[in-house]
């Protein structure tokens, strides 16, 4: 099964997935089954690039100020899904980081639903540009982001000349 459960989300929708009813808050990540999600992402990305190539926020990153983390939780509470939407430079820019789903959620339409959540949040504080970064080897979330609408573009900031990395961004 998944981590254990905690229940300490902010802001809770509760949202229907195939055959799996998820609720998706804005949580802090120092969690154990928050860390536990990250943690099972960084074995994933280190599972498919060196670490030198991973470019994966912490918890004390997550936990910076105008970074919020979003987590998919089942109808038992146990968290299933996760990402961040952490500012860029211009205010009206974020970017996408730590999308996770649990190996056991995948297919359910978790994902989506936490792309929908960030992206509502992010176009109602003014963000008209959502960006992010995932791996060459990352098909099935390269087709996500294309089939939602992310469009590739140029490397940006810290991954400009990373020969595993691909960019995309949506206009909100």
Do not use: W
């Amino acid at each position: 099964m998944y981590p254990e459960k905690s229940r300490k989300g902010v802001g809770n929708a509760s949202l229907y997935s195939g055959d799996m009813t998820i609720s998706i808050g804005i949580e802090p990540p120092r969690q154990a089954d928050v860390e536990a999600l990250l943690a099972a992402g960084t074995v994933f990305a280190h599972s498919l690039y060196p670490a030198e190539n991973t470019f994966l926020l912490s918890t004390d990153e997550l936990e910076r100020p105008g970074v919020d983390v979003y987590v998919a939780r089942d109808r038992d509470g146990v968290a299933c899904g996760m990402a961040a939407l952490v500012p860029l430079g211009p205010e009206t820019c974020a970017e996408l980081k730590r999308l996770f789903v649990h190996t056991e959620a995948r297919g359910r339409g978790v994902a989506g639903h936490l792309l929908d959540r960030i992206e509502a949040d992010a176009a109602g504080r003014g963000i008209r540009s959502l960006a992010l970064e995932t791996g060459t080897l990352q098909h099935a979330a390269m087709a996500l982001y294309r089939g939602r609408g992310y469009e590739q573009i140029e490397l940006f900031g810290p991954y400009v000349g990373e020969e595993l990395s691909v960019c995309f961004a949506k206009s909100l």
